[in-house]
DNA sequence: GTATGCTTTCGGC
DNA sequence: TTACGGCCGAAAGCATAC
């Protein structure tokens, strides 16, 4: 199963104020270039109602909020996280196999405590939305599948607070009428290009010849989508370790092509990055740096070393060459500059040394 | 031909 | 009038080694 808490960043807001719920709550990233220059990160379905959407402009939002009483909120991550820490450690309670998706999503595999039964799984479901909701405070979806694929769709078809089961004989036909951007790997991009295809529907997808969805979209995406049409999945529910990545990315005061003003901006991030990894206890192998030029358009560089980096001063100077050729690779004026580092080992044990003692 | 690694882009939340 | 975040993982596309 699929457990998906529901508008979760707006719902945390609303468990700290009671008051606001039943008023359109809207909770931002400000990127801090202007009064209302940002995103829009979750919304509850109060403000939902009036058209405002997660990844929407603010301004978009607070305009089709006018002359309401609406609550815009900053994201307060440190709250969303300890609230998903203690759901999280309820729903590992009922799961055979857990893997957690973000911060508001996990997959469980219950497939043996309910004896592969639909309707164990139900009552399953049903007793953790209650528990979550008595102890958090939070409603959650949740979709039942024969597996991953299946789950995800079906916990997305009634929310907030809805548990869908689909069993393996209603497959085909619950998924056949959806709209093929259901599926996980179609975003806008791949939509259109279904549409010049033909392919609406997951239905239409089942229809069409897996030969020539793998010329469009290659041997492996092309067999992905086939199968998926059919509600086919073998990928296992696994427990995830750690993040493989950690980034950092921000708007800058203004658009620029300045390599020193961006990195400026940049060489704080590396700080940030090089102390969660000091935590962590890592070292990494790959830099990366990605510029989010005038238009929206993303552009990214990167480098791998063959053995790990260690100093701040190294990722610094590696971020700032890899901007140097990304800004002499393009005309266009960069918005947002953010950099990344992957590739990570271990940090050895500190080696203790006699006069330790 | 297959395996592997690196860079870049795409998509989800 | 224009206006728009900050993360993460997956996979395509390409190069290289054997």
């Keep these: 199963m699929l457990v998906d808490f529901d508008y979760f960043f707006a719902q945390c807001e609303e468990g700290r104020n009671p008051l606001i719920r039943d008023k359109p709550v809207v909770v931002c990233v400000y990127s801090g270039r202007t009064e209302d220059s940002g995103a829009v990160s979750t919304a509850n379905y109060v403000a939902r109602e009036y ?3 997660s990844g929407m402009p603010i301004f978009l939002a607070k305009k089709k909020l006018a002359n309401v009483d609406a609550v815009f909120l900053p994201v307060d991550r440190d709250l969303y996280e300890e609230v998903s820490f203690n759901i999280m450690s309820v729903l590992k309670t009922y799961a055979d196999l857990f893997e957690q998706v973000g911060i508001d999503e996990a997959y469980l595999d219950v497939t043996e405590r309910a004896h592969g039964s639909f309707e164990e799984a139900r ?3 049903e007793k953790m939305m209650d528990e979550v909701k008595s102890r958090e405070k939070i409603s959650i979806s949740i979709g039942v599948g024969p597996n991953k694929l299946v789950a ?14 689909v069993k393996p004989e209603q497959t085909q036909d619950f998924l056949a009428p959806l709209p093929v951007n259901r599926l996980l790997g179609v975003g806008k991009k791949t939509n259109e290009i279904m549409k010049s295809l ?19 979209f290659g041997e492996k995406l092309g067999a992905y989508f086939h199968d998926a049409a059919f509600g086919l999945d073998d990928s296992p529910v696994k427990e995830r370790g750690e993040a493989e990545s950690i980034s950092r990315i921000s708007t800058l005061k203004e658009d620029t092509r300045d390599l020193t003003v961006i990195m400026n901006t940049i060489k704080a991030h590396c700080e940030d990055i090089y102390m969660s990894l000091g935590q962590k206890g890592l070292r990494f192998k790959t830099v990366s740096v990605v510029a989010v030029m005038k238009p929206l358009s993303i552009r990214s560089r990167s480098k791998t070393f063959e053995s790990s980096l260690t100093h701040l001063e190294m990722l610094e100077n590696v971020a700032e060459e890899l901007f140097r050729r990304l800004i002499d690779e393009t005309n266009l004026e960069i918005r947002r500059a953010g950099v990344k580092v992957s590739g990570f080992s271990k940090e050895p044990d500190q080696q203790k040394h006699l006069s330790d003692f």
């Design 198 to 216: 033909g392919v609406k529907t997951i239905g239409d997808l089942v229809r069409f010849d897996v030969k020539k969805l793998t010329g469009v």
């Design 152 to 165: 995800k769709i079906a916990a997305d078809f009634k929310k907030p607070n809805g548990l869908t089961l």
């Design 123 to 125: 009552r399953l479901a």
């Design 51 to 53: 058209g405002v959407k």
